[in-house]
């Protein structure tokens, strides 16, 4: 029924996202084995779950596909409901696993721990350009995983580190950061996982509201509402206190090195709102995860450094939001210069200043136009 429902969305969108959805549909009936073993995952949450998912927000706001392999930029709103809310979004994901790991056997980047006093932070790489994470208290050996997109990957690195894995924290429901939630939660039996009850994280088991603290061990992690990528995304902070230490954002899709998320299901305010959220945390919190200020040094230091790490595929997390004040356009929504670099305002005579969530907006758009060379 929803193959028929997308379809006849899809009617006038022109061939090309048809013949994308016709060869999503034709995997799809290759596939019915893996949908007889995926039925569970139609409700998108926890396995128990048998009430039929939320109809997408009315302020959804999607930009439709240009080129690139990102599901999310497939055929638009129609595939987006696909994706997050039925077993095809599922087996797209599976896709995406297979031909990550065939390609990066060993991981797309080699990462560094960070060790602080009793506790480890541990990226590891997933997908083609995805981090999940492992928190782990080094006394107690106890370890939280955070959006465990490859289940083989975070699980090889719970055994190569000998910890026990109690919790799963997810910021949002998109299968590229809780895919794992199904073989982790089923391996480690006593494994809680965490989310918002907004978002439909599939096996779900201990709902999480803003500033619920979550504690592991000595780890005292906080999550806080960030809507706009999703309507339950949340981030979480893990307090540096206990540990003498730095704090650490964990920020799924919402804040990037140099840039954010895409706002799928809310507007520029709702987006501006979680920016500002995390920009009220201290300029020395650790932030684990275009360019329209060209007089910006400390962006092009930045660049240079990025560019000098990938060609060696070194990881180039974290930042810290310190650093990201200082560059990320995303996070400088009050500065001068990104409004006289994006010209005249959007009033009807082009002399209105733009508003700060109007020049999120606007940098969100000219971004997702942007095509990498």
Request: proline letters at 7%; hydrophobic letters at 30%.
């Amino acid at each position: 029924m929803a193959a028929v429902v997308a379809a006849t969305a899809l009617k006038g969108r022109g061939a090309r996202n048809a013949r994308v959805l016709r060869g999503i549909l034709a995997g799809a009936t290759a596939n019915k084995a893996s949908h007889n073993r995926t039925r569970a995952l139609q409700s998108h949450s926890s396995p128990e779950g048998k009430e039929e998912p939320e109809p997408l927000s009315p302020e959804l706001e999607y930009i439709p596909r240009k080129r690139g392999k990102n599901p999310m930029k497939a055929v638009g709103l129609a595939w987006y409901s696909l994706y997050t809310r039925t077993w095809l979004g599922y087996l797209f994901y599976r896709q995406q696993l297979r031909r990550a790991r065939n390609r990066y056997p060993k991981g797309h980047s080699k990462t560094q721990p960070r060790l602080f006093n009793g506790v480890k932070v541990l990226p590891i790489p997933v997908l083609s350009d995805n981090y999940s994470y492992l928190i782990i208290d080094t006394q107690a050996q106890l370890a939280v995983a955070v959006d465990p997109s490859d289940p083989r990957a975070v699980q090889a690195s719970i055994e190569k580190e000998g910890v026990t894995l109690v919790a799963i924290l997810c910021t949002h429901k998109h299968w590229d950061h809780s895919g794992g939630n199904r073989d982790l939660s089923r391996r480690h039996r006593d494994c809680r996982v965490y989310g918002s009850p907004q978002d439909g994280i599939p096996y779900l088991t201990h709902p999480l509201c803003h500033q619920d603290v979550v504690s592991v061990g000595r780890l005292q992690i906080r999550a806080l509402a960030t809507p706009g990528h999703t309507q339950g995304h949340l981030v979480y902070l893990l307090d540096g206190e206990p540990y003498k230490g730095p704090s650490c954002l964990f920020s799924g899709d919402l804040l990037f090195l140099s840039g954010c998320g895409r706002t799928f299901e809310g507007n520029a305010e709702t987006m501006l709102s979680s920016l500002d959220t995390v920009l009220g945390l201290g300029d020395d919190t650790l932030l684990w995860p275009g360019v329209v200020e060209p007089e910006n040094l400390a962006r092009e230091r930045k660049m240079q450094w990025v560019q000098r790490q990938r060609l060696e595929r070194k990881g180039t997390c974290p930042s810290t939001l310190g650093e990201e004040r200082s560059y990320n356009p995303f996070l400088r929504t009050h500065c001068l210069a990104l409004q006289e670099a994006l010209g005249p305002g959007p009033g009807p005579t082009g002399d209105d200043d733009y508003s700060r969530a109007q020049l999120l907006e606007e940098l969100r758009r000219l971004k997702d136009m942007h095509k990498s060379k």
